[in-house]
């Protein structure tokens, strides 16, 4: 394999002489390579500058140490100090041994906790804690507590039969005890040679991930990106995951670019083998990758894809900020568009345009925000509300029949609800790797504000706010930043849906132009002045959430 660019083995260890020890192999790198080979090597190998902050870290952190808080009543004392003292509860204690063959580990559990069991120490010994996330516990975690436990035993001198496993916090917290068989440590004993043999010094980076969904949360996201779109990785396509790239690979189809050449027809009685589903996707898995190919989008079907704007005198952009985990979505955003005598705003006048942020806090309840959200809906009846992705519709349908919607009230609000996602796929094909958000409004030139905020960095900062807010000693202009700056993101997201709807209500429809002016390579319907939208096209279907 071609090394690329960027990933070079680091100074430490190209340049480490011979005979000098191999660095240890620890619990992070365990957990990152039982994740993806690569990312283990990255993290040993990579340019550290090439590592990305990730606020799905910092999530995971924040809801260990709850579950922790939950758990222990008191301070957790420090280091073996603490464990020859006895303390209920240890952090900061580093693990050290040795493995087959030798190899050297290194082990850092976040929690341990004292049971009545003799050890060096005493009458009393520990067993590791981990905070699962998650409903189920994972070979990852697994494997992880086998080899603290396997160096916590070696340390404390009596074994490690179990662990406790912890989820949530508060009332919700919920514990487990999982035991450490012997079938464990022989996995781990299996696991480890190799993941020593694929970080030695030199060896090339392994590739990247198969199921491209695992990148998402990871901090070395940019870098594989980048790689990933230079090799033209089957991945990159809109629509492949793991599974349909295994059977483009089978297929002899090992590119972007070959799958873009690829015939159809013929793809599709190949794929029919391996189920009808699969046939059936051919053709529209060869036409996304041609238009990734030529840089340039594709009408999918004509007709009008936003009918519903034709005679509107305004929108209501509709994006909602939730705690998945929680359940909980603290706030409902809306920005008002409304049409000028000169048609729609503009990017310019949207980004003008009046921002409602109504915030949902549990302690004033369901009731009130419905008040303040239906009573704004109501003031502008014939308004339609448009949303990115099924997420709002369904969490403003339910929440309207929790507080007692009728059938009608419910019908009518969801006549209202445009999902311009939804529309945008059924109309277009657009040469992106993605059909989120992110990545088509930037397709198309939109910015974000602030640069490298997704929803887990929005959670951050919420929670951050609701601890802060009445906290002494916090001045109440920074106790507040965090929800400026939520606001300030989720008002992007609706600017962001606004420019994809724009670009929709202006790009050419071939059914109303003819096919000469229909869009083709070279004639991108990029972003233009506003105009009025057409008004001769009939309104599509109902589109349901
Ligand atoms: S971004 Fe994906 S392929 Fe790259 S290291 Fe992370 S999980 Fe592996």
Redesign the pocket.
Known sequence: MQQPSGVSPHPRDSGSSAGAAPEALTDRLLR?WL????????DRH?PAEERRWSSHRALTLQDQLHSFQSLLPTRPGHGEAACRAGSEGVVGLRLRGAGPGGIRLEAHPPLLLRIDSPSRWGAHAYQPVLVRQGRHLTREHRLVLALWGRLLAAEQGAPVPQAQVLAGSGSQLQQEVFKLSSGLQQQLEDVLPRLAQELEAGRQP????ND?K??T?????????R??SAEGHLSEVSGIGSKRRDLLLSLGVTSLEQLAAADPDALASALEDHGEQHRDVAAELVAQARVQASGEPRRKAPGDPLPELAAAPGVLLYDIESDPDARDDFLHGLLRLERGENGWPDALGAAQAPYHPLLALQEHGEDRLWQRLSGLLEHYPDWPLLHYGETEAISLLRLAERQGATEAERARLRRRLIDVHQRLKRHWLLPVNSYGLKAVATWLGFRWSQRGVDGARCLLWWRQWRQDRHRAGVPPRRAAQPLERIFRYNRDDSLATWAVARWLLEAPDPALTGPADAPTPGASPRPAPSTTPDSSSTPDPTPRP
């Open positions: 990152s994740r993806c080979h690569r990312r283990a090597w990255l990579g392994p590739p990247l991930v491209r695992k990148c949360l990871c901090c070395w996201r940019s870098l594989c990106d790689e990933a």
